[in-house]
Nanobody, 118 residues
């Protein structure tokens, strides 16, 4: 399975971006998918998670600003980001097929850079 993330870029604080992650290689309709991010000098952190049956979970600091969604095929996941802040600047990674551990995902994409200018 390959995950290809896209949609990152430079945006002013308060602006919006929509990230997309498309999977290829097998159907992911029956597995969970998620977004993580890593800021310079920090560890990768959870951002948003959607279960195979449409349940959603968010990092507290992005609740109300970010929305995770999936294509009906299950093979793409999106992250709509609004009211962006400078602290949202990071490389964003998509992940699929959650394992038993909290941050244990079988598949990871390469990441797309989001830069929020203040």
């Amino acid at each position: 399975v390959q995950l290809q993330a896209s949609g990152g870029g430079l945006v002013e604080a308060g602006g919006s971006l929509r990230l997309s992650c498309v999977a290829s290689g097998r159907s992911l309709s029956s597995v969970d998918m998620a977004w993580y991010r890593q800021s310079p000098g920090k560890e990768r952190e959870f951002v948003a998670w959607m279960t195979w049956n449409q349940g959603t979970f968010y990092k507290d600091s992005v609740k109300g600003r970010f929305t995770i969604s999936r294509h009906f095929s299950g093979n793409a996941v999106h992250l709509q980001m609004k009211s962006l802040k400078s602290e949202d600047t990071a490389v964003y990674y998509c992940a699929a097929d959650r394992g038993p551990g909290r941050d244990d995902w079988r598949y990871w994409g390469r990441g797309t850079l989001v830069t929020v200018s203040s």
